[in-house]
Structure formats: structure tokens, C-alpha cells
């Protein structure tokens, strides 16, 4: 299924269709998608999302039946110090 995008908001660049990765947070869960349908400028790299996709995205993280692999993520705190 194709989507339509308008062009980029941010620089009027063209839009097109890709398929992309999105980290999705529900709650404290992060699911990852792979293979979702958005707009990407050619320019600038914005995505854009279809209120279609975004609704879809919502209901498979919370449904519990569609199962996935489950890689683990470390969670890193930010340390002043490496500012240089
Ligand atoms: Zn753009």
C-alpha cells in the first residue's frame, strides 16, 4: 500500500516512501518496528507519518498476540565529562 506525503514542511523538499525502523514508546515499553511505511524528504531526511500508520503502530505495540524477537538495549546515563 502506497501513502500520500505532502512535500517537506521544514525545507519544501520532495517526499518519498520508504520503509523505515521506529522506536516506539508505550508507556515504559520501547517496541521496534521494522518495515514502516513513511514519507522521507529527499533533502533534509524529515519523516512523516499517515494518521493511518501512526493509528496502526499505536494498536500493534499494545497488542500482546503479535509477537517479535527481543533484543536487549542497554540504557546509558549521560555523563558531563564526556563533554569536551
Ligand atoms: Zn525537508
Known amino acids: 500500500m502506497k501513502h500520500e506525503y505532502a512535500d517537506c ?9 520508504k520503509k523505515i525502523q521506529v522506536d516506539y514508546r508505550t508507556g515504559d515499553e520501547l517496541v521496534v518496528f521494522e518495515n514502516v511505511p513513511a ?3 529527499r533533502q533534509c531526511g524529515e519523516k512523516y507519518y499517515t494518521a493511518k500508520v501512526v ?3 499505536e494498536q500493534m505495540a499494545r497488542d500482546k498476540t503479535i509477537t517479535g ?3 536487549h538495549i542497554p540504557v546509558k546515563s549521560f ?4 563533554v569536551i
Open 9 to 17: 514542511s521544514f525545507c519544501g523538499g520532495k517526499v518519498t516512501e
Open 39 to 41: 514519507g522521507v524528504c
Open 55 to 57: 493509528k496502526a503502530l
Open 69 to 71: 524477537r527481543i533484543i
Open 79 to 82: 555523563t558531563e565529562k564526556r
